[in-house]
């Protein structure tokens, strides 16, 4: 699939990714007021400043103060990049999922409709039935959520391989972070990555479970991707064969193409 067109669909479709970037913000922004250089430092400075009888724009100025810190900090120490990073890659893995099912699923539907459009200018009777329509009602949070988990179980490469792109991101990322602290000493690199070759070993496991968290978000994501994919197009065909059936039992002429989609199944696996 390419990359642009992913691209284009999370343009297109930008709220999962605002949601996602709200929430590692928070999350980002909650570790530092609550680090000790915010609590020891900052805050008995806010307290003073909202202390009775304060106006608003004391509260104004304390949350003024409290932004600036965070921005900081996340500036300063370079850590804005793990507040972007995985919000953006886990959306990314989303939105691959969303145009694989609507590609896959609309294939589907269109080697059916083709099939009947050649029995019906042959004269033949058509008689194969449309194809299920099992995903087209996960309208709820928990039936998506239902759905998701089944296609995840039935598909076990999917969470192995995103936990392998993460373990293998963590690791490149933490490689890439000392060599840029120590450089430009070579003999520091050389010193710093034979203390990270020995201590390897005792990081393996927090990268792992790092990984398996990210793993596991982003092939749900993924795998929730899909299913919405899947549901979006059967919910369209759906409505488009409903109205042929209902045409033909009136007997009345139908005319009405199928339901048309932007990204096709042989552009999307190029």
């Given at each position: 699939m390419k990359v642009l067109e992913v691209l284009l669909f999370m343009l297109r479709n930008p709220?999962?990714?605002?949601?996602?970037?709200?929430?590692?913000?928070?999350?980002?922004?909650?570790?530092?007021?609550?680090?000790?250089?915010?609590?020891?430092?900052?805050?008995?400075?806010?307290?003073?400043?909202?202390?009775?009888p304060a106006s608003i724009g004391d509260f104004l100025k304390a949350a003024s103060i409290i932004w600036?810190?965070?921005?900081?900090?996340?500036?300063?120490?370079g850590s804005w990049v793990l507040v972007v990073m995985p919000p953006f890659v886990i959306c990314y893995r989303e939105a691959v999922g969303n145009l694989k099912g609507i590609t896959d699923e609309h294939r589907i539907w269109t080697e059916w409709y083709h099939r009947q459009q050649e029995a019906t200018a042959e004269?033949?009777?058509?008689?194969?039935?449309?194809?299920?329509?099992?995903?087209?009602?996960?309208?709820?949070?928990?039936?998506?959520?239902?759905?998701?988990?089944?296609?995840?179980?039935?598909?076990?490469?999917?969470?192995?391989i995103h936990f392998l792109y993460w373990f293998l991101t963590c690791f490149l990322l933490i490689l890439l972070l000392i060599l840029i602290t120590v450089f430009p000493d070579f003999a520091d690199?050389?010193?710093?990555a034979e203390n990270f070759a020995r201590d390897f070993l005792s990081a393996v496991s927090f990268l792992a479970i790092v990984a398996a968290i990210f793993g596991l978000i982003s092939s749900y994501q993924e795998a929730r991707?899909?299913?919405k994919g899947v549901a979006k197009v059967q919910q369209a065909w759906a409505e488009w064969y409903c109205q042929q059936q209902e045409a033909k039992v009136q007997g009345v002429p139908f005319d009405v193409s199928p339901p048309l989609f932007r990204i096709y199944y042989s552009e999307a696996h190029k």
């Open positions: 709220i999962p990714l605002i949601v996602h970037l709200t929430c590692w913000f928070l999350l980002a922004a909650w570790g530092i007021v609550s680090d000790d250089p915010f609590v020891e430092g900052t805050l008995p400075y806010i307290k003073v400043i909202v202390a009775p600036d810190e965070i921005i900081e900090d996340l500036t300063r120490t004269g033949d009777n058509f008689v194969e039935p449309a194809p299920p329509l099992k995903n087209m009602r996960a309208n709820s949070y928990f039936r998506k959520a239902q759905k998701t988990l089944s296609f995840m179980i039935g598909n076990p490469k999917l969470p192995i690199v050389v010193r710093t991707g899909t299913v």
